[in-house]
């Protein structure tokens, strides 16, 4: 196992450029599933959760090649669907999130799929029941064998449908979206979520010949055609990635400018940063963060104490409430932070604590930050990072903070984050990949 030693209290400076969108890759990587002809695919991350399910793509038939770094083509030409038997299928199927989502488009051109119930963080419970309950809403059924952790569905034909979403999952959305492109007939989804994830997604399904209105609100009519052709998609950059950025500014006191974020995409996460007294510019397509010395987090107009909360977007997304709160720390003011979507996302405030961070966890869901105005700074020490944005957030604190730290398990950020260790030390940081396992208490 690797883990990454920082010597924190450093000022970094310089340019950094976002990675493409992991979330939308694997949206978008699934989608390919859905034609038997070319589809090529730039600007993708280079990181364990995409490159897993190039991987399984590749061993259902996707004809893969790699065009240059970051871009790839793919042609589903022949499926293999024996291979839904395979233990290679079972090992690597579960191994991420993301792959939940070939079983929509396998639906829509196969009729039937499988997978095992899929991986990603453990940051509470993860249900998969809007992806089901759309797919038998379009005619699909469903054994889910708890035995083997194992769903098969079958669709012999799909047919539109009204479905209104018991919530705006992203993913479920996605799923259902792919496997009604191909049913007969219109397919209308309310209370769809619509992440920039999902914009794209619909975009790319247009130009292969789809019909979807309503892209970008929570109403999606879908339209069914017979075939869906190739299409060249290239992927945003990731939002959350950016936002990191700019939380790792303010924490260090850098001046980094973030390349090429796609501004109008964001959403309102720089108003949340701007919310925690982060200054920030836009330089046409940039991000200029200055260095600052101290930040103040707003109060809500009434004066009283503001609330940073996760919702379905346009709303702030949950995977940066992490980062929030790792920033907060070090402004001056209060803040509660409440993680509205995940029960065990917040566990990680423990860490802080260590590191002298002025916390009080509420309760699983929510978490007061008492910013200390950089009065002190935070103290190295060794942590293990249980989840993907956690790990992140403890980086960006032990980038802060004085003396050395550890972080172990940083297989859990390189799942999101491509060569972070590199690209970071690019700015001046003191990060060195070591190899360590965390230790055993
Ligand atoms: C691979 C991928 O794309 N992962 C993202 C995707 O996961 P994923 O698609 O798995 O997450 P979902 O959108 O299904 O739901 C996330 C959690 O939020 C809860 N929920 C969801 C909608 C809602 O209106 N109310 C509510 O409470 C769900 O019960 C669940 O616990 O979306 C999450 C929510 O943005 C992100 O954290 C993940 O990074
Ligand atoms: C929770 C996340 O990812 P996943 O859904 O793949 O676990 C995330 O990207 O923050």
């Known amino acids: 196992m690797n883990a990454f030693e920082i010597t924190g209290g450093i000022k970094l400076k310089g340019e950094i450029t976002p990675q493409g969108a992991k979330n939308e890759a694997l949206q978008i990587l699934s989608a390919v599933l859905l034609t038997k002809e070319k589809i090529i695919i730039s600007n993708i991350p280079d990181i364990k959760d995409v490159n897993k399910l190039i991987e399984l793509l590749g061993d259902?038939?996707?004809?893969?090649?790699?065009?240059?770094?970051?871009?790839?083509?793919?042609?589903?030409?022949?499926?293999?669907?024996?291979?839904?038997?395979?233990?290679?299928?079972?090992?690597?199927?579960?191994?991420?999130?993301?792959?939940?989502?070939?079983?929509?488009?396998?639906?829509?051109?196969?009729?039937?799929?499988?997978?095992?119930?899929?991986?990603?963080?453990?940051?509470?419970?993860?249900?998969?029941?809007?992806?089901?309950?759309?797919?038998?809403?379009?005619?699909?059924?469903?054994?889910?064998?708890?035995?083997?952790?194992?769903?098969?569905?079958?669709?012999t034909n799909l047919q539109g449908a009204y479905i209104l979403l018991d919530e705006a999952s992203v993913t479920g959305t996605a799923n259902i979206v792919m496997a009604a492109v191909l049913a007969k007939g219109t397919t209308t989804i309310y209370n769809a979520a619509c992440e920039p994830y999902l914009q794209q997604l619909c975009k790319m399904l247009n130009r292969m010949g789809a019909k979807i209105s309503g892209i970008g609100s929570n109403l999606l009519t879908i339209e069914g055609v017979d075939v869906l052709g190739g299409t060249e998609h290239r992927m945003l950059p990731d939002m959350i990635e950016i936002g990191s950025f700019i939380g790792m500014a303010a924490m260090t006191e850098s001046e980094i400018t973030i390349k090429n974020v796609c501004y109008d995409e964001l959403g309102v996460i720089p108003e949340v940063f701007k919310k925690l007294g982060i200054k920030l510019e836009r330089r046409g397509d940039d991000i200029y963060v200055p260095s600052q010395k101290h930040y103040e987090i707003d109060?809500?107009?009434?004066?009283?104490?503001?609330?940073?909360?996760?919702?379905?977007?346009?709303?702030?997304?949950?995977?940066?409430?992490?980062?929030?709160?790792?920033?907060?720390?070090?402004?001056?003011?209060?803040?509660?932070?409440?993680?509205?979507?995940?029960?065990?996302?917040?566990?990680?405030?423990?860490?802080?604590?260590?590191?002298?961070?002025?916390?009080?966890?509420?309760?699983?869901?929510?978490?007061?930050?008492?910013?200390?105005?950089?009065?002190?700074k935070l103290r190295g020490i060794s942590m293990t990072s249980p989840d993907i944005r956690a790990g992140v957030s403890l980086l960006i604190a032990a980038l802060s903070a004085e003396g050395k730290s550890t972080i172990y398990n940083i297989e859990q950020i390189e799942r999101g984050y491509q060569d972070i260790d590199t690209r970071l030390r690019a700015l001046g940081a003191q990060i060195k990949r070591v190899n360590a396992d965390a230790p055993s208490h």
């Not at 039937?112 to 059924?141: C, Q, Y």
């Not at 002298?356 to 929510?366: K, W």
Request: positive net charge; proline residues 4%.
């Open 60 to 155: 259902l038939g996707v004809v893969v090649e790699r065009i240059n770094k970051d871009t790839y083509s793919f042609e589903a030409r022949n499926i293999d669907l024996n291979f839904f038997e395979s233990d290679t299928f079972k090992a690597k199927g579960g191994g991420l999130r993301g792959s939940i989502m070939i079983v929509g488009p396998l639906l829509a051109r196969f009729g039937k799929a499988a997978i095992p119930k899929p991986g990603g963080d453990k940051i509470g419970r993860r249900r998969l029941d809007t992806h089901f309950i759309g797919f038998e809403k379009l005619g699909a059924k469903f054994i889910y064998d708890s035995k083997k952790a194992f769903f098969n569905v079958d669709a």
């Open 299 to 376: 109060t809500f107009i009434d004066g009283s104490i503001l609330t940073i909360a996760d919702s379905p977007w346009p709303g702030f997304t949950p995977d940066l409430l992490s980062i929030v709160l790792v920033v907060a720390t070090q402004a001056k003011g209060n803040v509660l932070i409440h993680q509205k979507m995940f029960e065990s996302r917040l566990f990680f405030v423990d860490k802080l604590i260590d590191m002298g961070a002025q916390i009080i966890l509420c309760d699983p869901h929510r978490a007061t930050v008492n910013g200390i105005d950089k009065k002190y």
